[in-house]
């Protein structure tokens, strides 16, 4: 069974769906660690929660990024991971994690992207006026929220719309999408030609 990885800064919502899923039997991995760089990262307690190593990564103790992800990347080997995954994880990540990880890293942002990439995608959306939004995931290169996109999903943005509606909106997806993506990749369906990435015919998200 593939062993996944998975990094994130707060809450935790997707890291939830994803143990959610595994729960339910609709995707077939094992989450061997979950990483944060932040201490109270709730998303630390829903691993211990599910009995998966979790594991806080101090930045502050690194002198530089490249050097903290050198040892994200060891956490992530120690444990066996194949796959990581990006839920929620506010940090910019570097060459060496990259190299560590060829087309084995993915990330979600909720947007559509290439639009609105980066932080507060929601706030970009509403000052935009766009009538649509949603959520992505995609591998992960070293520019923001710009890898090969793998699959997205449409919201609607509301006149009565704030950050928070549409946030809450998106999440929804995001929480269908991300575990789907993932048990994809797990059992191969996933099939890369450049920037295109393609799901085996019949299934869509
Ligand atoms: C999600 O909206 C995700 O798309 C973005 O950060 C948020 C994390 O939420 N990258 P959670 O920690 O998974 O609840």
Redesign the pocket.
Known sequence: MLVIGVL?S??????QAIFDAIQSGTLNVRVGVVISDKKEAE?LVRAKSNQVPALFLDPHAYPDRESYDQSVVAGLIAHRVELVVL??FMRLITKPFIDAFPNKIIN???SLLPAFPGLHPHRQALAHGVKVSG?TVHFVDLDVDHGPIIAQVSVPVLETDTEASL?DRI?VE?HRLLPRVIEYYASGRIRSEGRRVFIEEGLSI
């Open positions: 994130a707060g809450r935790g919502s997707n890291l998303a839920a929620g979600i942002q909720p959520c946030a999440l995001e």
